[in-house]
């Protein structure tokens, strides 16, 4: 069985009561199509389409269901003491089940965008462009929009659990996803504080060079050679 992270392998063992020797783990990695190398002509022409300024929002991805937690998120963002024009919360993703009072939410709230159809070329300017990601989700089997993020040198604020911790270790800004007023403070520093912010966008480059296709490529052909073998 190959597993995407510690916590799904945990889980396995806890549900399944399989052999942890049976279960081995690999990482995901960034999707490899997302480029860095993106002409700013290009990217000035979809942010000002979409009315966004380059650095100045926060980018949340996640499909529109509880479990990611999308309302904490928004009220913690809504608490944030500042012009909510010129720091907008952009959320990518696709209605999934129990979504309407997240999305009444979304469209009450001064300051937060939703794009709900985007395709990958414009996920990956937003990615380029955004301040900060926020993933507070209340749990999760790996996490991909934090290393997504991490690969842009993006700072991250992550929940303290499931994979998200196993994910962004101390390479990221960890939070309880029940505490709306710690996320708040969090979102507050990297917007105010440089220092704290250029800290975590060096952070998310350094731990991004963790997770690569290539190397989950490998591990997974390592577990085939390993299976064949016995």
Known sequence: IIAISNYVKKDIIKIFNISEKKIFVTHLGCTSSFRKDLKE?????F???KNLKKNSFVL?????EPRKNII???KAYNNLSLDKSELPLVIVGTPGWKYDK?????????GVVHFKNITDEELNILLFSQKFCVFNSFSEGFGLPIIESMNFSKPVI???NSSMKEIAQNFAILNDPNDVEGLTKKMAKLIKDDDSYRL???KSLKRSADFSWDDCGKKTLDVYRTVSEN
């Open 41 to 45: 002509s290009h990217v000035q022409n």
């Open 47 to 49: 942010l000002k389409k």
């Open 200 to 202: 975590y966008s060096e």
């Open 158 to 160: 992550t929940s303290n």
């Open 72 to 74: 904490n998120t928004i």
């Open 102 to 110: 997240i999305l009444e939410l979304i469209n009450s709230t001064k």
């Open 60 to 64: 949340l991805i996640s499909t529109l």
